[in-house]
């Protein structure tokens, strides 16, 4: 099994690329590289520098492969499609030309779908008509990645968007293609939705193209689930944790990759609000720490 472990932007609380609470692109690089990673995610498409020859001088420099990257967009808003397409579009143009893999997909949070993050017996459903023109929104990037950019495609999904729980996200892998759409999947997303990780891991892997790694502090978990929390609040409240603290079990997820000779890169990401008292890079070496003791 050979699996590379990376990081990505997030986990310096880099959301959005406009952000001005974001840290310098540049030591986001040089801090993922001290904390002993060996690839890193582009971040929000805008983050880091769209000219090639600037960002593949500083990769260069500290290390770092580009891994891939994400259009963290909202699919679901018909009205936001000129927004998701050219975010998709310089998002491929970028990684193609460092030569990364994996363009991830994730539908953004929603408005309808935010107060019941984590209830899936609660949320709002999209009707038929409003899920088959989301879903052939999300086929179309994904033929865009795959077809013309060569990359490899996964969808994500994400707490507080229409690909939230383990139903619509299996509803999508049923209605799109497996030669256009893999998984991207994420650890402890499927934990905050109420779904079990190690279950769908097991069921899906030879589907699973790439993995975001993430972990769930159960308490936090409970109490934002019960009070409606938003996404954002809730990361400032904790509820990723360090990895091998929460209720994702890791040793499991890594005998089921191992098992199935899954080779490629595991991405850590633990989202946090970069306005409060953390310290990003000590977080970093944590969980590299914590893979390596079991075995990654």
């Known amino acids: 099994m050979t699996i590379r472990i990376g990081n990505a932007p997030c986990s310096w609380g880099v959301e959005f690329a406009e952000d001005p609470r974001n840290p310098p692109w540049r030591q986001v690089l040089s801090d993922c590289a001290a904390a002993g990673y060996k690839g890193i995610e582009l971040g929000p498409i805008g983050f880091m520098p769209e000219d090639p020859a600037i960002l593949g001088e500083a990769l260069a420099g500290t290390g770092l492969e580009l891994i891939g990257g994400v259009v963290f967009r909202p699919f679901h808003d018909p009205a936001k499609w000129d927004e998701v397409w050219d975010a998709s579009v310089r998002t491929c143009k970028s990684l193609v030309a460092h030569g990364a893999r994996h363009l991830v997909l994730i539908d953004s949070i929603s408005p309808r779908r935010a107060p019941t993050a984590g209830r899936p017996e609660a949320a709002e ?172």
């Open 125 to 296: 459903q999209m009707d038929r008509a409003e899920w088959t023109a989301f879903r052939d929104r999300i086929a179309e990037v994904a033929r865009l990645g795959t077809e013309e950019c060569g990359l490899t495609v996964g969808i994500h999904a994400h707490a507080a968007g229409f690909i939230d729980f383990e139903p619509e996200l299996e509803r999508l892998l049923a209605e799109v293609d497996e030669s256009i759409l893999k998984i991207c999947f994420d650890t402890g997303h499927h934990s905050y939705a109420g779904f079990d990780p190690v279950a769908f891991l097991r069921r899906h892997v030879g589907r699973i193209s790439y993995m975001h790694f993430k972990d769930i502090d159960p308490l936090v978990k409970a109490e934002v689930i019960a009070r409606g929390t938003g996404f954002y609040e809730a990361c400032g409240q904790g509820i990723f944790c360090n990895l091998g603290k929460g209720d994702v079990d890791f040793p499991a997820v890594r005998q089921i990759l191992l098992e199935a000779g899954f080779e490629g890169w595991c991405t850590v990401e633990q989202d946090c609000d970069p306005t409060l008292d953390v310290s990003p890079i000590d977080d970093a070496r944590k969980n590299r720490d914590y893979l390596a003791s079991i075995g990654f």
